[in-house]
């Protein structure tokens, strides 16, 4: 026990810190991955196959494809093109790109596979009937976009990206294999110098169920204030 | 873009599909078996079984599948009493951890499938079951049981593909199946684009071939009422 106490004798310091920065990662991650939807979105509401086309490759194989080499390819790859740009310039050697960056890049990128999917799910949720109905108020462009079809899209998609948002901390816990000191990486560092893995893993568990446990009451909470008048 | 590179990897990663499909197909099969039973537990007034199962989903459901399999593969090895009894036989081999990891996985998602399923079925048909003579045992094997797969099939057929997904995470404990050796040949060549595809190539098939064959599989048992 006393090698999860706080301060220079335990690993308690150290696993809350990774903690926050799991959480950290994660934020960023959703943030980025809610914004990146927005264009694909659009795309898939298009007209025009080409871009439907684009979108529908982008999710599918996002969705499709293991997220471990997802996060190969942007890690190894990242730093191989930057290489590449900075051997054009002179400067040859390793170049390494911040971890924090490239994991937030990486699970940005598949939650926003997801969230296209769920956003667009809530779109098409919205009755016509509610667009003609604005139209013929004479409400229209802008103002109908945030007046009427984007609060309800978020209402509607609310669960779905509860249901993303727990999809994004777990898949935090790959990029450990960037070296970023999140949760997991931190567990693999302090079992390795106590030879205690299973008291690290343990406390690895309770600290991720902490992190889904809370934000699942968050979600409920939002959904139920949203939904006043609805059910 | 180096298109040999492509076609070679493509080969040298086909040679892990079979470690692959090997774990995916057996991890399924047992956890099925293993989220029948986690759905019995959860559905007897037993309070200790009825409780250990909703625990046993909700921690397996909060916790990254890369924790469960660290968990199983160096969090257990740590005590000598394992190491010295007979489910060493079993954990000393990464194959088998990677196995056991994902089978309980698979059978908490699982089991809250099966689950929903039961619950979309009206109520009134286990008490007409009964009424026409037959006991609980037939009346779920008979009456719910094939109704509940039936609303489960789309569901279960998204558990797969995330499976499918899942098996990848098994690389980090040293099997080499698809992702392990495509993980391998990017060290070796330092090219991820030209591996990615590759790798890419087989795991959108195997999730094509998955999908085709679950929308037959749909359209067989959903019957128009």
Known sequence: MELLSLGDTGWGDEMLRACMMTLAVSLCAMVFGLILAIPFVLMKLSNSWVLKFIANFFTTVVRGIPELLIIYLFFFGSSAAIMFVASIFGHNGYIEINAFFIGAFCVGIICAAYSTEVLRGAVKAIPKGQIEASHSYGIKGRRMLFGIMIPQTLRIALPGIGNIWQLV??????ISVTGLVEIMRQTHIASGSTREPFLFLVTAGILYLLL????NKFFMIA????????? | MNFN???ESFLDILKGLGASLEIIILSLFLGLLLSVGIVM???TKNIILNSFSRSFVFVI???????QIYFIYYGLAQFTAIRESFIWIVLKEPFWCGVLALTINTSAYTSEIIRSGLNSIIKGQAESAVAFGMNKFQAFKRILLPQAIRQSIPAYSNEIILMIKASSLVSVITIMEMTGIARKIISKTFAPIEVFIAAGIIYLALNYLVTVIFKKIEKKYTISY
């Open chain 2, 41 to 43: 537990m959860r559905l």
């Open chain 1, 212 to 215: 889904t446990t809370f934000s």
């Open chain 1, 169 to 174: 901390l777990k898949d935090t816990a790959l």
């Open chain 1, 223 to 231: 959904e139920n204030k949203y939904s006043k008048g609805f059910i």
């Open chain 2, 61 to 67: 459901r909060g916790t990254p599948l890369l924790v």
């Open chain 2, 5 to 7: 590179l492509i076609y």
